[in-house]
């Protein structure tokens, strides 16, 4: 047997049912078929790798920064009142690298699946999303770009990281169009990080530059916004603190 094979459950023999003690006609559902779903769920999320496990509310460092306390505090919430949303309004947010941003996206997934909420969730960055586009443009590519994004129309979670990262060209301003306003007809709850602000610009530019005038405010309509501003980049402090040390 090979190493990388899942071990069978011990207690039900990889069966996924229990007898129940004194009645040995009736069954129950083994305590491992919760963990088999919750795993496949985290694998159909496509949360990349550096973000699961631990990227959960409890493990968000929120430097006892209010800020911070108060955006992992909405997103808490958020989590609490999944499935109910108010026309599926889902969040927005925003701040610098570092901020934690992503973190508090996944974070939000990983707990509607760990407390076994429903739903299709999907996590999907967008810098990926584009090059996985633009690649299936390819003559031999196996999947086009209808196959590419139906997921990300159907989820009804979707976390979609680094809104604005792109470069805004007439393709990736069609692309996230067509998505985001797909997913406006059809009430699906959106989370969006971005790096960019409304009121200050970044490089010279604001969310609304890097994303268009009209979808600026769509996003306005779908989700509610959580800002991270003016938090210190964790990813720097902990190398200041490594290089200190
Ligand atoms: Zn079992």
């Known amino acids: 047997m090979s190493a990388i094979l899942p071990a069978t459950c011990a207690r039900c023999n990889g069966s996924g049912w229990i007898p129940l003690s004194g009645d040995s006609l009736r069954v129950e559902p083994c305590g491992c078929q919760g963990d088999l779903r919750r795993r496949q769920r985290i694998a159909a999320s496509t949360i ?21 306390k108060s955006a992992r505090n909405r997103v808490r919430e958020f989590v609490d009142a999944w499935p ?40 999907s960055n967008f810098q990926d999303l584009i090059q996985e586009i633009q690649a299936s443009f390819d003559p031999d590519a196996a ?53 960019y602000y409304d009121d200050a610009s970044v490089e010279g530019q604001r969310l609304q530059d890097r994303v268009g005038d009209r979808l600026r405010s769509r996003l306005h309509e779908m989700t509610e916004l959580i800002s991270i501003k003016g938090v210190p980049d964790h990813r720097i402090a902990n190398k200041q603190s490594r290089n200190i040390l």
């Open 48 to 68: 990349p790798r550096r973000y699961y496990p631990h990227c959960t509310l409890e493990t968000f460092y929120d430097k006892n920064n209010a800020v911070l």
């Open 84 to 123: 109910m949303t108010i026309d599926g309004r889902g969040l927005l947010l925003m701040g610098g690298c570092g901020a934690g941003k992503t973190h508090l996206a996944v974070a939000a997934l990983v707990e509607i699946i760990h407390s076994g909420k429903p739903g299709r969730l999907l996590f």
């Open 143 to 195: 999947v086009g770009k209808a196959e590419i994004l139906r997921p990300l129309l159907e989820a009804d979670l979707l976390v979609l990281d680094e809104l604005g990262s792109q470069k805004p060209t007439q393709f990736v301003q069609d692309v996230l169009y067509y998505v985001i306003n797909s997913r406006y007809n059809t009430e699906r709850t959106t989370i969006f990080t971005t790096n």
